[in-house]
T-cell receptor, first 113, second 111 residues
Framework: NAGVTQTPKFQVLKTGQSMTLQCAQD?????MSWYRQDPGMGLRLIHY???????DQGEVPNGYNVSRSTTEDFPLRLLSAAPSQTSVYFC????????????FGDGTRLSIL | RKEVEQDPGPFNVPEGATVAFNCTYS??????FFWYRQDCRKEPKLLMS???SGNEDGRFTAQLNRASQYISLLIRDSKLSDSATYLC????????????FGKGTKLSVKP
């Protein structure tokens, strides 16, 4: 049982480049989300999805796009990378009810030069 | 925005010590509460949910005080392996999109 799988684990981009961070879960969870974690700050929600075909913005959505075409996959796209997007990105999934815990992937460390 | 506040620490304690972390939240409508553990350069992992009546899991005890809007985590008989950052997490609304993470409290257990 792989849980939540994120790829790549590390990435270096140049300013202005675009890329997609992949996230897949095999637990049939309805809810998936993307967070970023910066030094001295708590995890901040970028986008989330409550099911296939449904996405919504979190606290810090600017510069990112998401889609949810299947229950399993929830990719995060950086449209035009900026140095301010240097961060550690975590994907998470859960069963959807508010009292259910989040299961996190092991993160993508992204550096924008 | 300071919806969930934690003492950042670090808390440096000897093995065997008892250590307590507190977390305050600002939204009185908050509905669910959790403690997560995050090891250095790793993903957060659920340590325990926090229930209104309080709950215990081995050496760990979590308490919720809705009137004062704080939750606590007590770790008894600290082990070296307890060294990590402990995240307080609160769901302030009716969906998973309303999870708010505290910045975490760093614990270092020394031999």
């Amino acid at each position: 049982n792989a849980g939540v799988t994120q790829t790549p684990k590390f990435q270096v981009l140049k300013t202005g480049q675009s890329m997609t961070l992949q996230c897949a879960q095999d637990m049939n969870h309805e809810y998936m989300s993307w967070y970023r974690q910066d030094p001295g700050m708590g995890l901040r929600l970028i986008h989330y999805s409550v099911g296939a075909g449904i996405t919504d913005q979190g606290e810090v959505p600017n510069g990112y796009n998401v889609s949810r075409s299947t229950t399993e996959d929830f990719p995060l796209r950086l449209l035009s990378a900026a140095p301010s997007q240097t961060s550690v990105y975590f994907c998470a999934s859960s069963r959807g009810q508010i009292n259910q815990p989040q299961h996190f992937g092991d993160g993508t460390r992204l550096s924008i030069l | 925005r300071k919806e969930v506040e934690q003492d950042p620490g670090p808390f440096n304690v000897p093995e065997g010590a008892t250590v307590a972390f507190n977390c305050t939240y600002s939204n009185s409508a908050s509905q669910s509460f959790f403690w997560y553990r995050q090891d250095c350069r790793k993903e957060p992992k659920l340590l325990m949910s926090v229930y209104s009546s309080g709950n215990e899991d081995g050496r760990f005890t979590a308490q919720l005080n809705r009137a004062s809007q704080y939750i606590s985590l007590l770790i008894r008989d600290s082990k070296l392996s307890d060294s990590a950052t402990y995240l307080c997490v609160v769901n302030i609304g009716g969906s998973q999109g309303n999870l708010i993470f505290g910045k975490g409290t760093k614990l270092s257990v020394k031999p």
